[in-house]
């Protein structure tokens, strides 16, 4: 403990509050809260620590506190301040997922589809789930879509389509449809997405004999393999808890440093899935907290909430606004217990496998410390370009850190049409990304991976020393594989680096990861159509401005005929004459 944390302890009330803790850099690397601050805060001091709590502590130059009047109004800064600060050492769920559901639309003809964002504003319809996954929700949607002839088009046809002549639409672009169908229709999706599929089983099965009587064995398999499909995602769901209220059983199990969450979803009386994640804690209590409040930022909050008797119900009640309850009798205490042995099962099962990679990467960051001679290589930045046929360059930034990516820290870049080679789309990249780190006093890396050896290194020199930055920089060196097997260093050195040390593997890792990000976000773009995909790459055009162009010219072919007066009334002056020069100067791959 240095002098300064010692003086400062002394000094902090016995109040609730939220503390930040702080690096030599100044850079706040965990944001925890506490009934009591001077209690919690000599914890980590006056306690013998272990793993994370000891990586971090010895991290720790610095503190703040803010006083609170409440533990609520310290839990509500403690999030808010994480949203803020994104420390290293708090959890950061950095491969969270939201789930899939299934929406039946509310349209005169309904549409059966897989949505992942259920807490969109505009919900048009019923929907079910979380599901665990999205083969289970598509296999769902594909048995329904086959029973019933729903809408399958997005938007009405013409005339009817294959799925009318397959008996799996009623050809609504077409014909008129009595309302009373389609009302019975939605009825029997609605008690079939519910659990109740005897209707359901009782007719395939029907036809599944009628199939095998004339012969016809294949179509009877065919049957049998949705009848199997059903129990799978939907029969074998049902729990007998004599309510269809929307709930969430959630329990942990720790060991050593490590907690396993389990979350089980139960909706309607089904238990459509679970979530479990294992991790390295630092305070129990807060990161418990912290995990359940991120998790329902992205996925839906249910009606009511069971938990341990060991998380604080009252707290977690107030902050996400719902019924938390912890039982202590009866079926819902059965499933927590459920829940309890999945997360300690899950954990006996991996906890070796997780000690073994964070060996490996805590070994592979002390290597590279000593190679580079650096306190601290904790958060890197890598750069990876991609391009069309010479042409239409964008980057793109991956962030990790110990070695595990921080996906909220990618970055994506469009670059200036006038780019025409790889070393000139880096140097534009390099520039942009920490001219802002300047201007924003954004968090700077501890090191720089360029994909490549002297020429990649050289670039990424010649742009930090003219923006004044001093931040280390390495280069991935191939050989006539394209396999990296050297590192080199500013000094365009040549490293001795162990062939079978670990450290390749994780730059490796970054390396691929970087390269598939650049390569993903220039297929997005070319996905999105040639309209669109030309307009993104078009300088001074950003997102609302594609759309308005897009709304008044409605074709591609339209806004190349423009004029710029045409064109000035859409995006203004300036950016219609870029655009302008941009379209005919590019004509050949428009």
């Given at each position: 403990?240095?002098?300064?944390?010692?003086?400062?302890?002394?000094?902090?009330?016995?109040?609730?509050?939220?503390?930040?803790?702080?690096?030599?850099?100044?850079?706040?690397?965990?944001?925890?809260?506490?009934?009591?601050?001077?209690?919690?805060?000599?914890?980590?001091?006056?306690?013998?620590?272990?793993?994370?709590?000891?990586?971090?502590?010895?991290?720790?130059?610095?503190?703040?506190?803010?006083?609170?009047?409440?533990?609520?109004?310290?839990?509500?800064?403690?999030?808010?301040?994480?949203?803020?600060?994104?420390?290293?050492?708090?959890?950061?769920?950095?491969?969270?997922?939201?789930?899939?559901?299934?929406?039946?639309?509310?349209?005169?003809?309904?549409?059966?589809?897989?949505?992942?964002?259920?807490?969109?504003?505009?919900?048009?319809?019923?929907?079910?789930?979380?599901?665990?996954?999205?083969?289970?929700?598509?296999?769902?949607?594909?048995?329904?879509?086959?029973?019933?002839?729903?809408?399958?088009?997005?938007?009405?046809?013409?005339?009817?389509?294959?799925?009318?002549?397959?008996?799996?639409?009623?050809?609504?672009?077409?014909?008129?449809?009595?309302?009373?169908?389609?009302?019975?229709?939605?009825?029997?999706?609605?008690?079939?997405?519910?659990?109740?599929?005897?209707?359901?089983?009782?007719?395939?099965?029907?036809?599944?004999?009628?199939?095998?009587?004339?012969?016809?064995?294949?179509?009877?398999?065919?049957?049998?393999?949705?009848?199997?499909?059903?129990?799978?995602?939907?029969?074998?769901?049902?729990?007998?808890?004599?309510?269809?209220?929307?709930?969430?059983?959630?329990?942990?199990?720790?060991?050593?440093n490590y907690i396993s969450i389990e979350i089980?979803?139960?909706?309607?009386?089904?238990?459509?899935?679970?979530?479990?994640?294992?991790?390295?804690?630092?305070?129990?209590?807060?990161?418990?907290?912290?995990?359940?409040?991120?998790?329902?930022?992205?996925?839906?909050?249910?009606?009511?909430?069971?938990?341990?008797?060991?998380?604080?119900?009252?707290?977690?009640?107030?902050?996400?606004?719902?019924?938390?309850i912890v039982p202590q009798k009866g079926k819902?205490?059965?499933?927590?217990?459920?829940?309890?042995?999945?997360?300690?099962?899950?954990?006996?099962?991996?906890?070796?496998?997780?000690?073994?990679?964070?060996?490996?990467?805590?070994?592979?960051?002390?290597?590279?410390?000593?190679?580079?001679?650096?306190?601290?290589?904790?958060?890197?930045?890598?750069?990876?370009?991609?391009?069309?046929?010479?042409?239409?360059?964008?980057?793109?930034?991956?962030?990790?850190v110990d070695f595990l990516p921080e996906k909220?820290?990618?970055?994506?870049?469009?670059?200036?049409?006038?780019?025409?080679?790889?070393?000139?789309?880096?140097?534009?990249?390099?520039?942009?990304?920490?001219?802002?780190?300047?201007?924003?006093?954004?968090?700077?890396?501890?090191?720089?991976?360029?994909?490549?050896?002297?020429?990649?290194?050289?670039?990424?020199?010649?742009?930090?020393?003219?923006?004044?930055?001093?931040?280390?920089?390495?280069?991935?060196?191939?050989?006539?594989?394209?396999?990296?097997?050297?590192?080199?260093?500013?000094?365009?050195?040549?490293?001795?680096?162990?062939?079978?040390?670990?450290?390749?593997?994780?730059?490796?890792?970054?390396?691929?990861?970087?390269?598939?990000?650049?390569?993903?976000?220039?297929?997005?773009?070319?996905?999105?159509?040639?309209?669109?995909?030309?307009?993104?790459?078009?300088?001074?055009?950003?997102?609302?401005?594609?759309?308005?162009?897009?709304?008044?010219?409605?074709?591609?072919?339209?806004?190349?005929?423009?004029?710029?007066?045409?064109?000035?009334?859409?995006?203004?002056?300036?950016?219609?004459?870029?655009?302008?020069?941009?379209?005919?100067?590019?004509?050949?791959?428009?």
């Open positions: 403990m240095n002098k300064n944390i010692k003086e400062k302890l002394a000094n902090v009330p016995n109040k609730p509050g939220s503390y930040q803790m702080k690096n030599k850099d100044g850079i706040i690397i965990y944001v925890g809260k506490a009934k009591n601050l001077k209690n919690r805060l000599k914890s980590y001091f006056n306690s013998k620590v272990y793993g994370k709590t000891l990586a971090l502590v010895s991290n720790i130059d610095d503190f703040d506190y803010i006083v609170t009047n409440s533990e609520l109004e310290a839990f509500i800064l403690e999030i808010t301040l994480i949203h803020k600060y994104n420390p290293k050492y708090n959890i950061m769920l950095k491969d969270d997922k939201s789930y899939p559901y299934i929406e039946l639309t509310n349209d005169k003809y309904p549409v059966l589809k897989i949505i992942r964002n259920r807490k969109r504003k505009k919900v048009n319809g019923k929907i079910f789930g979380p599901f665990p996954s999205s083969y289970s929700a598509k296999i769902t949607v594909n048995i329904i879509n086959r029973l019933y002839p729903l809408r399958k088009c997005n938007t009405l046809k013409k005339d009817v389509c294959l799925y009318y002549h397959l008996g799996q639409c009623l050809g609504y672009c077409k014909y008129k449809v009595d309302d009373k169908v389609l009302e019975d229709m939605k009825k029997e999706i609605i008690d079939f997405l519910n659990g109740n599929t005897k209707k359901q089983e009782d007719k395939l099965k029907e036809e599944m004999n009628k199939a095998s009587n004339n012969l016809n064995f294949e179509r009877a398999k065919e049957i049998k393999e949705m009848l199997d499909a059903i129990n799978k995602t939907i029969k074998k769901q049902n729990i007998d808890l004599n309510t269809k209220e929307d709930i969430d059983i959630i329990n942990y199990y720790v060991d050593s089980l979803f139960i909706r309607s009386g089904l238990l459509f899935g679970k979530e479990n994640k294992i991790f390295n804690f630092i305070n129990l209590e807060d990161d418990l907290l912290d995990f359940i409040v991120k998790f329902y930022e992205k996925n839906e909050v249910p009606k009511k909430v069971y938990v341990n008797e060991n998380i604080d119900y009252n707290l977690l009640s107030n902050y996400l606004n719902v019924e938390v819902f205490k059965q499933l927590l217990d459920m829940a309890l042995d999945n997360a300690k099962d899950s954990l006996n099962q991996q906890e070796e496998k997780i000690k073994l990679d964070n060996k490996k990467r805590n070994d592979a960051i002390n290597y590279l410390k000593e190679l580079l001679k650096l306190d601290n290589v904790s958060r890197i930045e890598s750069f990876d370009n991609s391009h069309l046929f010479g042409t239409y360059y964008v980057g793109g930034m991956v962030t990790f909220d820290s990618y970055r994506k870049f469009k670059l200036s049409v006038d780019v025409k080679d790889d070393l000139s789309a880096m140097r534009e990249v390099l520039y942009r990304r920490y001219y802002r780190v300047l201007v924003d006093n954004l968090e700077k890396p501890d090191l720089i991976v360029m994909d490549g050896g002297k020429t990649q290194v050289g670039v990424a020199k010649e742009v930090l020393e003219s923006l004044g930055l001093d931040i280390p920089i390495i280069g991935l060196v191939k050989d006539d594989k394209h396999k990296t097997n050297k590192i080199m260093n500013s000094n365009f050195e040549i490293l001795d680096v162990e062939k079978d040390n670990d450290l390749f593997l994780f730059l490796t890792r970054i390396q691929d990861e970087v390269h598939r990000y650049a390569i993903s976000y220039h297929r997005n773009i070319k996905k999105k159509g040639q309209l669109v995909s030309m307009l993104d790459m078009a300088p001074g055009i950003g997102d609302k401005k594609r759309k308005l162009l897009i709304k008044e010219f409605g074709s591609f072919k339209k806004i190349k005929e423009a004029s710029i007066d045409d064109l000035e009334k859409v995006v203004g002056k300036k950016e219609a004459e870029v655009l302008y020069n941009y379209l005919k100067e590019n004509n050949q791959w428009l």
